[in-house]
């Protein structure tokens, strides 16, 4: 079910927001595309899919790293967003 709404999500961004320019704008367009791929293998490549998180998530430092690389870059989204 999530890969089915990550693809879908990833695919409207994609055909939406599909900017190529050296400048702000191709984040969104690589967090579409990101999303698109992330879909497409939870659909695809379920079985792997499903045994990652007891190799990767069991290591606590990896918490704090992805939300730190989150809140950094919805910062990042906001400013150039709501500011520029």
């Known amino acids: ?3 089915l709404l990550d693809f879908a999500a990833g695919l409207g961004i994609v055909l939406i ?3 190529w ?4 704008r191709v984040l969104i367009t690589l967090i579409g595309w ?7 293998a939870r659909i695809l490549v379920t079985d792997t899919l499903m045994r990652l998180p ?3 998530m069991r290591k606590k430092q990896f918490y704090p790293i992805s ?6 870059l919805g910062l990042v989204l906001c400013y150039f967003g709501y500011m520029a």
């Open 21 to 24: 320019a050296l400048n702000w």
């Open 34 to 40: 990101l999303m698109l791929v992330r879909g497409a």
């Open 67 to 72: 939300g730190g690389v989150l809140v950094i």
């Open 1 to 3: 079910m999530f890969g």
């Open 54 to 56: 007891k190799t990767v």
């Open 17 to 19: 927001h599909n900017v």
